[in-house]
Structures are given as C-alpha cells and as structure tokens.
C-alpha cells in the first residue's frame, strides 16, 4: 500500500486499551481518565478481523499498544490470533513493563516476538516520581525476561527530558554497553498536552550525542529489528546499541511507513493528524471486509506529507497520545 508521497504503508500500531496502570507526568493526568465504556472499544475479535483485512493490503507488521497494553484481558488471544494470520511478519509489543514478567511465557508462546520497554529513569525514587506510582524493580525483571526469552532486540525507550532525567542519558549508555539492549532516546513531544511538557525540557539528539561521545565511542550505524526511525549506533566495547529518535529536531516522516488505529476503532494516518477514519462505526453497521478495506486505502491516500508538532499539540486536537496509542 502506497500512500501519495511514496511511502510503502505496511506497519499497523494498534492500541487496545487507552487505560494505564501509570500515570506519567508528561502523558496522563494523575486523576486517570473517563473511561469510554466497553462497548465503545474494539473487541478482540474485531482487532483480528481488521488486522487480516490489513494483511489482504499490504500491512506486514503489527505493534500493539496502550495506554498500557497488557491491562487488556486477553492480550494473548488476541497475540495468537494475529499470528495466525499467513502475512503478518513481526508482532510486536509496547509496555511500561510493570506486569510483563509474570505474562511473558503466555505472552511469546502466543507468538509475540519483540517487546520495547518505556524506562525513563534507572533511580527507584525518580522513576516513581515521573511515574507518579511505579516499581523500577519490577520493569527490571521484565526486561530480563524478555532477554532470557530471547525475545530480541529488546529495546529501551527513554524520553529525555532536561532537569528531569536528562543526568541520566550516561547510565542507560552504559546499560546497553554492559547488556545486548537497544536503549533508543527520544526527544521530548508535546504527547499529553499537560502542564509537565515545555519547550525547554526538550533535549535535542544532537545535544544528547554530544553528552554521550564525550564518553563513548559510537561506531557504525547499524541495522535494527523493527526500529523504524531511530538511527542506531554500535557502542565500542559494548554488547547492545544506541539509538536516536529525532522527533521534534529532525522529523523522520518521509520515511514513516505506518497507520494507527485507536481502541475506540479510529483509523488515524499520522499521529500529529486530527483525521479519523470510523472502523467501528463499519464493523457496527456490518460492512463487508471489501468496504473495510476501502477505509485502510482511504486513510493510506490521506496521509500528510509531515507532521507539524514542532507547533504544538493544540488546542484543537482533543485526542491526547494515550487515546490514539503510543
């Protein structure tokens, strides 16, 4: 599937739930959020239709996300159903980590093969302070599952944020030197629209490398798994990698090669795009996989050229990053 502008459209991000068992200070307010009723979200079974519908077209890889994806009951039915589906290639997960370790086994003999990590502190105290109520000990032993069930390249995401957590861009450096982890840093975005976000707490990638090659000897870039738009280095002398996420300072979207779908069943091309497409609103008047497939290539033919972030959230676009899926 060719959107207007070239790119292969392939990637599915497919959040299952906007609820989370955290409630980090730059994505959702401490009060949590309305919830929109059962009725109102995708069921499992409408998430494997469309998925399939997707494949038929073109879609090869799947990311389900949240909120925090593994508060879904039956997460693992959902992972085998998709795995079940001939084209789909590569299934793969987000999670904050507090409940995977206990769900990994279930989760990997369902068929899921990856898993990224959100960390955005290694201190206990810290990182419960950006969580407002996580267990750093618990994210530890998740990602350890996740490497002892091979279930590579596990990955790191850490959203840099300056007088934050940005004293810490060293020790996840040398995280990924002492671990075979891919830790990625992300420029800070204006996802959540709250009070937590300011323009001054962004820390570029440029200024986030600078920071780590004062230390470390960042070699060839190399070729991830599934990393999409980061750009990756290997460390010298290291076992894992480094990567570099550039979403604010040097936006990625030429080469972006993914659509979203939101748990309330909306078709989204962009992240940063008011434009939704109504896949449940389909599914509930009984269109045909024909029809619904005319939706995915409506939505492919919609997508914007670029994001325009660097702009704001605004105020106009009432769907925060935990509605729309991370």
């Known amino acids: 599937m060719f959107d207007n502008f070239a790119r292969n459209i392939e990637y599915l991000r497919v959040s299952v739930t906007n609820k989370c ?31 399939r519908i997707g494949a ?30 001939p084209k789909i290639s590569d299934i793969s997960i987000t999670t904050n980590g507090m409940l995977f ?8 003999k369902a068929g899921l093969k990856r898993v990224n990590f959100s960390l ?43 007088g934050a957590n940005d004293h810490e861009i060293l020790d996840f450096v040398e995280l990924a030197k002492k671990m075979p982890l891919n830790v990625r840093f992300i420029e800070f975005m204006p996802v959540g629209d709250l009070p937590f976000y300011k323009t001054d707490r962004v820390v570029t990638v440029h200024d986030i490398r600078k920071i780590i090659e004062q230390k470390y000897e960042l070699t060839k870039n190399v070729t991830i798994q599934g990393n999409g738009p980061a750009k990756s280095y290997q460390i010298r002398g290291g076992l894992g990698t480094i990567g570099f996420i550039s979403a604010m300072s040097d936006h990625f979207c030429g080469e972006c090669n993914r ?39 409506k ?9 325009h972030m660097n702009e704001g959230w605004g105020a106009d676009n009432k769907r925060k990053m935990y509605q729309i899926g991370g």
Do not use: Q, W
């Open 120 to 162: 955005d502190s290694l201190d206990p105290d810290r990182f419960k302070y950006i969580t407002s109520r996580g267990i750093l000990k618990n994210v530890i032993r998740s990602i350890s599952k996740a490497m002892e069930l091979d279930m590579g390249p596990v990955k790191i995401n850490m959203v840099v944020m300056k």
């Open 259 to 297: 659509i979203r779908m939101t748990a309330d069943g909306k078709l989204r091309s962009c992240l940063f795009s008011n434009n939704e497409l109504n896949m449940k609103l389909a599914l509930k008047n009984n269109a045909s996989d024909d029809k619904i497939a005319e939706i995915f290539t």
């Open 56 to 85: 038929r077209l073109g879609i090869r890889k799947v990311r389900l996300t949240g909120g925090e994806p593994l508060v879904r009951k039956n997460i693992a039915t959902l992972i085998a159903d998709i795995a079940a589906i």
């Open 21 to 51: 068992n955290l409630r980090c200070k730059y994505c959702m307010p401490e009060e949590g959020i309305a919830d929109i009723g059962h009725e109102n979200i995708l069921s499992i079974e409408e998430i494997g239709r469309l998925v």
């Open 299 to 307: 939505a492919i033919k919609e997508k914007p050229n670029r994001h």
């Open 101 to 108: 370790a206990d769900m990994a086994e279930d989760l990997k």
